[in-house]
């Protein structure tokens, strides 16, 4: 079994930064890549980031310049900068990774319990 644990998340006020690490752990052979979702209060859940295993990235456009994604493949861990954070970043951020178990293993996808980021005006 694969887990996957955020930490990071908490109340920041309009302006400031906050930094969510993902760590996997458990059976794991390769990660191919790994993402950031976050779900608002009656919103539907929405890609943030990602990342693939050669660093190509990609963001939703309301956080291009103020969010930075990357990895550390020996620790297994993605994380997430933020910065200038405006109330509207205010969600429950999830981690999703694409995990290879074994070599004979398909990929699939796993996700965290979820960081609550809070942003207040």
């Known amino acids: 079994q694969v887990q996957l644990v955020e930490s990071g998340g908490g109340l920041v006020q309009a302006g400031g930064s906050l930094r969510l690490s993902c760590a996997a752990s458990?059976?794991?052979?390769?990660?191919?890549?790994m993402g950031w979702y976050r779900q608002a209060p009656g919103k539907e859940r929405e890609l943030v980031a990602i990342?693939?295993?050669?660093?190509?990235?990609n963001y939703v456009g309301s956080v291009k310049g103020r969010f930075t994604i990357s990895r550390d493949n020996a620790k297994n861990t993605v994380y997430l900068q933020m910065n200038s954070l405006k109330p509207e970043d205010t969600a429950v951020y999830l981690c999703?990774?694409?995990?290879?178990?074994?070599?004979?293993?398909?990929?699939?996808?796993?996700w965290g319990k979820g960081a609550l980021v809070t942003v207040s005006s």
């Open positions: 999703n990774a694409e995990v290879k178990e074994n070599y004979y293993s398909p990929y699939m996808y796993y």
């Open positions: 458990g059976s794991i052979f390769s990660i191919n890549t």
């Open positions: 990342v693939t295993s050669g660093g190509n990235t």
